[in-house]
Nanobody, 122 residues
C-alpha cells in the first residue's frame, strides 16, 4: 500500500488548508488512518486519527478544536481540515495507515506516505 498526501502549502496565520491522503495498491477504506507531523529538528508527532468506518476520531491536544479529520470511503480518501492555523503548525504532514485503530504512536502504522509541507507565516 502506497500513500500519497497532498494539499500542503504556504498560508498566513489564522488561515486554513485541507490535506488529502489517498492510497494506491489497495483502497484506504480498508485501514484506520492517522495524520502525523514533523517540524525541523523535532520528532514526528501524532496529530489525528480515524477509524476505518469514520465512527471514531482522536486528536492531539494541540490541534483539538481547530483540525478535523474525516474520510470519504467511496473515494478512498482521508482529509485533514486545518483551520485557525498557527506558525507552530508549520511542519511536514504525513498520512499513515494500518489495520487497527491502534493508537497515537508511529509504530502502530505500517504504511506511510511522503510528507506534504505546511508553512504558516506570522
Amino acid at each position: 500500500v502506497q500513500l500519497q498526501a497532498s494539499g500542503g502549502g504556504l498560508v498566513q496565520a489564522g488561515g486554513s488548508l485541507r490535506l488529502s491522503c489517498a492510497a494506491s495498491g489497495r483502497t484506504l477504506s480498508s485501514y484506520a488512518t492517522g495524520w502525523f507531523r514533523q517540524a525541523p529538528g523535532k520528532e514526528r508527532e501524532f496529530v489525528a486519527r480515524i477509524k476505518r468506518d469514520g465512527g471514531n476520531t482522536n486528536y492531539a491536544d494541540s490541534v483539538k478544536g481547530r483540525f478535523t479529520i474525516s474520510r470519504d470511503n467511496a473515494k478512498g480518501t482521508v482529509y485533514l481540515q486545518m483551520n485557525s492555523l498557527k506558525p507552530e503548525d508549520t511542519a511536514a504532514y504525513y498520512c499513515a495507515a494500518g489495520p487497527y485503530y491502534s493508537g497515537t504512536s508511529t509504530g502502530g502504522y505500517p504504511y506511510w506516505g511522503h510528507g506534504t509541507q505546511v508553512t504558516v507565516s506570522r
